[in-house]
Every structure is written in structure tokens, then in C-alpha cells.
């Protein structure tokens, strides 16, 4: 063989390697772009072999382990209208969804009469880490019923990775077919912060952005080639790139900006907190003006992470969160919950601001004992502190509210409960 020839072969070989090499890193960067809100991947599932040894599960009566393979084999997700993906149907030993997507909620009423409430949020709400009967609505359906003595039936409507605008739009959307809650509850926030720190350069933006927008743009078998060009993972590696430079310029304080970076290329925390902040405030005025329009009762509360929200952390936990450091984009996401969280207190004294907006960041500020397994999942204990705080609130919120705001089941079911 010729010198010439085993030249042209190592240069066609070695440009086979190099095409390869930038694929997988382009793939790898895209992955990392959309590493754990909404469809197909989550961080936690990618790791529950480690955390179903968690502290946080000693002296539980089920399995750790069989639990979070259940959340990983649920995660199946179909196109849903307006609102983009839900869960299909499952039915495992402590995971259960119906033909609507909505997870089983345990210690619901069968009176008539029962008070409807809805429960709306991420996957949070839907119970990641807990099995249907330690879910955040189960625990409130068991405190209503039971110690408050208020005959309710409480649907879990939370869905991974759903940010508050998913959530209202949800809301509506059942309000148009004609289903009528008493109350209804909204547990988010991390969600709107990661959607406002992934994708600043889209205001307003979902989850998974990236993944969702390359599928609709995708052509399909009517253009193999372009649909073949937009899979790889040079391709989506440049969306990444081109959608941080050619983003729109912003203007913040009489300066133009791009995206959400400083002139030292460091996030700006306080902007996006603040971004993500007036986007989840708009979502409660709407909300304040449905509940006005249909009668019921509403309740948005803003949850904790792991990250800087005053809880005494266990060893274990304390590990999860330099575990989770490595992670791209999540020390933005959780720095951005908990500024969020700060503006949110000031913003609570703004007469524009509705009085049913709560701050939840202190949740476990007394707990010392481990209740995450990840950055802002907790077990089963979490979930019903959660619920205990939820219920305080909404009771309080009830009571304190003049005959005429309320129907007449919710004061019948009220009775002699209020102070």
C-alpha cells in the first residue's frame, strides 16, 4: 500500500474519530442543558441507587427502592394540549395514576357534600420520593378530615416540571369543562426558577424548552435529512450557543443586556429572582381574578429547597447538596429559588400582591431530621409538615374571609371550626 493512500485512510479515519468525538460532546452539553425538568430524563432517577439508602428512609414501612423504580418506570409522558405532557396511566405497588394523568390521592371523603379541593404544582406535588399514601394531598386529605373535621375530597394535579404558568393554564382548562373546585392550592417555584435560569433568553418559558422546541421543529420522515442534521449533537450543541448569543437584547436599567449575564460572565442572580419572581406574582393576580370569577377559595404557596432556606441539615444531607453541586445549572437554580424567596418577602407588603400569596422557604426551619433525597424532593415526613402548614394556612385563610366571599358547603363544612 501506498504512502499516499495510508495517509488519505489516517486522515479519513482520524476525521471519523474527530465527527464522533464532537457528536458525543455536543449530545453530552445538550443533556446537561436539559439535565432534570420535565420529559424523559430526572436527576433523581438517574441516581436512586444511591438514595434509597438515604437516612431520610430509616423506619419506613415500605421499600425505598422498589418506590423510586416505580417513579422511573411511571415516567411516561404523552402530549397534553396547552399544557404539553402528562403521565400515563400506572399502576404499581406504591405508585398509582389514572387515564386523566392525575395521581391517586389517599384518605379522600365520599361525602356528597365533601369540599373539592385541588392541589397544583411540579413534581413536588405529585409525590417524587413518597408513595401515593405520603404525597403532600394525601397528607391533606388525611388532616382535613380527620383533625380539622372538613369532609374533603383533594385531587393531586401536581406534574413534573411544571412551572406556575403550566399550572394556570391547567387550571383553566379544567374550569372550561365545567369542573368547579372550593379550593385550590398551588406548591411551586422551583420549576419558574430553573425555567427562568435555563432559558432567560425565552421570558415566560416551560421546562424542558430545548427538547420540546427541537421535537416540534423536527420534520420527520418529510425531510430525513434536516430531521437527521437536527439530531445530532453538533446541532444541538449550536442551538444551545446561538440561543444564548442571538437572544433578544433586554434592557435593565438604561443598559442593554443579553440573557442574564454580567460584564464578568457571572449569572445575576437578583435579575433573574426577580424575572422569575414577577412572572409567578402575575400567574396569582390571574389566579386572584379566577377565583373571583368561580367562587372558590385559592392558596399559593412558594416551596423550599435544600439549598440556603435555614434547615438544620443532617450529615446526609449536607452530602446530597455537594453531591448535586456538580450538577450544571443547578447551583444557579437553587441560588435563583432562594433570591426568589427573598423578593417574594418584600413583595408580600405590596397591596398588589394577593393576601392568599404564602412564603414557605421556612418549611423545615425547626426540622433537624432528614427529610430530602434530593435538592427539593422529600420523603413521606416532609410532605406531611408540608401539609400540616398548608392546612394552618388555608384554615386560617377560610375563616378569616366574610360569609359572602364563601358558599354555602364551605361554611357548612367550616361549622364551629374557626376561632
Known amino acids: ?13 482520524l476525521s471519523v474519530v474527530v465527527i464522533v468525538v464532537v457528536d458525543g460532546l455536543g449530545r453530552v452539553a445538550s443533556a446537561v442543558d436539559d439535565r432534570y425538568f420535565g420529559p424523559p430524563a430526572d436527576l433523581l432517577l438517574a441516581d436512586d441507587d444511591l438514595r434509597d439508602g438515604l437516612p431520610a428512609y430509616d423506619g419506613v414501612d415500605y421499600d425505598p427502592r422498589t418506590l423510586l423504580e416505580e417513579v422511573r418506570k411511571s415516567d411516561r409522558t404523552v402530549y397534553e394540549p396547552y399544557t404539553i405532557w402528562k403521565r400515563r396511566p400506572y399502576r404499581g405497588t406504591y405508585t398509582t395514576i389514572d387515564i386523566t394523568g392525575a395521581r391517586r390521592t389517599v384518605g379522600n371523603s365520599s361525602s356528597d357534600d365533601a369540599l373539592q379541593v385541588w392541589m397544583l404544582g411540579g413534581s413536588a406535588v405529585w409525590g417524587v420520593g413518597a408513595p401515593d399514601s405520603e404525597t403532600i394531598p394525601s397528607h391533606l386529605a388525611a388532616l382535613l378530615n380527620g383533625k380539622l373535621g372538613i369532609e374533603s375530597n383533594v385531587r393531586n394535579l401536581g406534574r413534573r416540571g411544571y412551572v406556575s404558568t403550566q399550572e394556570v393554564i391547567f387550571l383553566m382548562r379544567e374550569l372550561q369543562a365545567g369542573r368547579r373546585p372550593d379550593i385550590v392550592v398551588f406548591y411551586n417555584g422551583v420549576n419558574d426558577a430553573a425555567a ?3 432559558w432567560p433568553e425565552f421570558p415566560g418559558a416551560h421546562v424542558s424548552f430545548d427538547t420540546v422546541r427541537d421535537r416540534f421543529e423536527s420534520d420527520g420522515e418529510d425531510d430525513d435529512l434536516g430531521w437527521f442534521a437536527r439530531s445530532t449533537g453538533l446541532y444541538k450543541a449550536s442551538r444551545i450557543v446561538l440561543d444564548r448569543v442571538e ?11 443579553y440573557a442574564h449575564q454580567d460584564t464578568d460572565s457571572t449569572p445575576n442572580y437578583r435579575w433573574l429572582a426577580e424575572r422569575g419572581l414577577d412572572l409567578w406574582l402575575f400567574n396569582a393576580r390571574v389566579v386572584d381574578t379566577l377565583a373571583r370569577e368561580y367562587g372558590f377559595t385559592p392558596l399559593m ?3 423550599p429547597g435544600l439549598w440556603s432556606n435555614g434547615k438544620p441539615l443532617d450529615p446526609s444531607e449536607e452530602s446530597l447538596i455537594a453531591s448535586e453541586m456538580n450538577y450544571a ?6 441560588t435563583v429559588r432562594a433570591e426568589m424567596a427573598t423578593v417574594l418577602d418584600q413583595r408580600l407588603s405590596d397591596p398588589q400582591t394577593p393576601d392568599w400569596v404564602v412564603n414557605l422557604n421556612d418549611l423545615f426551619a425547626d426540622t433537624p431530621e432528614p427529610v430530602y433525597i434530593d435538592y427539593v424532593h422529600v420523603t413521606g415526613q416532609g410532605n406531611e409538615i408540608a401539609a400540616q402548614r398548608i392546612a394552618a394556612e388555608l384554615r386560617d385563610r377560610l375563616c378569616a374571609q366574610s360569609d359572602e366571599r364563601l358558599s354555602e358547603r364551605v361554611l357548612n363544612q367550616l361549622g364551629a371550626g374557626c376561632p
Open 1 to 13: 500500500m501506498g504512502q499516499k493512500l495510508k495517509t488519505a485512510l489516517a486522515l479519513v479515519g
Open 196 to 198: 427562568v435560569s435555563l
Open 247 to 257: 437572544g433578544d437584547p433586554i434592557e435593565r436599567d438604561g443598559i442593554i443586556v
Open 301 to 303: 404557596a412558594f416551596q
Open 329 to 334: 445549572g443547578l447551583q444557579t437554580i437553587m
